[in-house]
C-alpha cells in the first residue's frame, strides 16, 4: 500500500538556521508533490507545488527538491525565523485522480 | 481574494445523529474536495467534487455524503454519527485546471458526544 513518511519527532533548530525536511514515499508514483505549513486549529496553508519532471523549486527562503529515483522530497526553510514554527505537511497526486495523499507531517520549532 | 470558508466553526452532536458541514470556495474554483484530520490518524481523503458531479471517494462508509450545488459550493453530510467521526474536518478547492495547488480553510471541528 502506499505510505508516506516525514519525520514524526518534532524539530528543533535556533534562529538563523535553515530546517531540513524529509518526506519519503514507496508504492507511489506521484505526478506532484506539495508542501503545506499547518498551525494549531487552522487549515493548511499552501507553500510550494513541484511536479515530477522539476528538481528543485523555491519560494522566498523555502526550497524544495524531488528526486523520484530515491522517491524523496526535501523541504528547505533557510534563515529560519520563530514565525516559521509550525507543523509542515507533504501530500502527493498521482496524475489520474486529483486526491492529496498526506503524511504525518513533522513539527518545527523554532527558537530566538 | 477571499479564501475557502466553511461553517459551522465547531458542531457538536451526539451519537446516531446527523451533520451538515459547508464549504464555499476560492472564487473560480470549481473542484472541491473533503478531508478528515482525526487525532493521530492525520488528514485521509474523503470525497472530491467536480462540475456538480463526485469524482472520486476515500476509503469512507457511505454515511459520508455530499454534493456539489451551481455555484460550486459544497456540502458534507455524515448519518448515523459515531464516536470516532470527531475530527476536524477540512474542505479544500482548486482551479479546474490539471495541476493546480489544493487550498484549504479552516476547518469545522465536529464533536461527538
Known amino acids: 500500500s502506499q505510505k508516506i513518511e516525514q519525520n514524526s519527532e518534532a524539530l528543533n533548530i535556533q534562529e538563523g538556521k535553515t530546517a531540513t525536511l524529509t518526506c519519503n514515499y514507496t508504492?507511489?508514483?506521484?505526478?506532484?508533490l506539495q508542501w503545506y505549513r499547518q498551525d494549531p486549529g487552522r487549515g493548511p496553508v499552501f507553500l510550494l507545488l513541484?511536479?515530477?519532471?522539476?528538481k528543485e523549486k523555491r519560494k522566498e527562503r523555502l526550497k524544495v527538491t524531488f528526486d523520484t529515483t530515491l522517491k524523496q522530497s526535501l523541504f528547505h526553510i533557510t534563515a529560519s525565523q520563530p514565525a516559521d514554527s509550525a507543523t509542515y505537511l507533504c501530500?502527493?497526486?498521482?496524475?489520474?485522480?486529483?486526491?492529496?495523499?498526506f503524511g504525518g507531517g513533522t513539527r518545527v520549532l523554532v527558537k530566538p | 481574494e477571499a479564501g475557502v470558508t466553511q461553517s459551522p466553526t465547531h458542531l457538536i452532536k451526539t451519537r446516531g445523529q446527523q451533520a451538515t458541514l459547508r464549504c464555499s470556495p476560492i472564487?473560480?474554483?470549481?473542484?472541491v474536495y473533503w478531508y478528515q484530520q482525526a487525532l493521530g490518524l492525520g488528514l485521509q481523503f474523503l470525497l472530491w467534487?467536480?462540475?456538480?458531479?463526485?469524482?472520486n471517494r476515500g476509503n469512507f462508509p457511505p454515511r459520508f455524503s455530499g454534493r456539489q450545488f451551481p455555484n460550486y459550493s459544497s456540502e458534507l453530510n455524515v448519518n448515523a454519527l459515531e464516536l470516532e467521526d470527531s475530527a476536524l474536518y477540512l474542505c479544500?478547492?482548486?482551479?479546474?485546471?490539471?495541476?493546480?495547488?489544493?487550498?484549504f480553510g479552516d476547518g469545522t471541528r465536529l464533536s461527538i458526544l
Open positions: 479544500a478547492s482548486s482551479g479546474g485546471t490539471v495541476g493546480q495547488p489544493q487550498h
Open positions: 501530500a502527493l497526486r498521482g496524475a489520474a485522480g486529483n486526491k492529496l495523499t
Open positions: 467534487y467536480d462540475e456538480g458531479e463526485e469524482r
Open positions: 508504492n507511489y508514483s506521484p505526478a506532484y
Open positions: 472564487s473560480g474554483h470549481t473542484s
Open positions: 513541484i511536479r515530477e519532471n522539476e
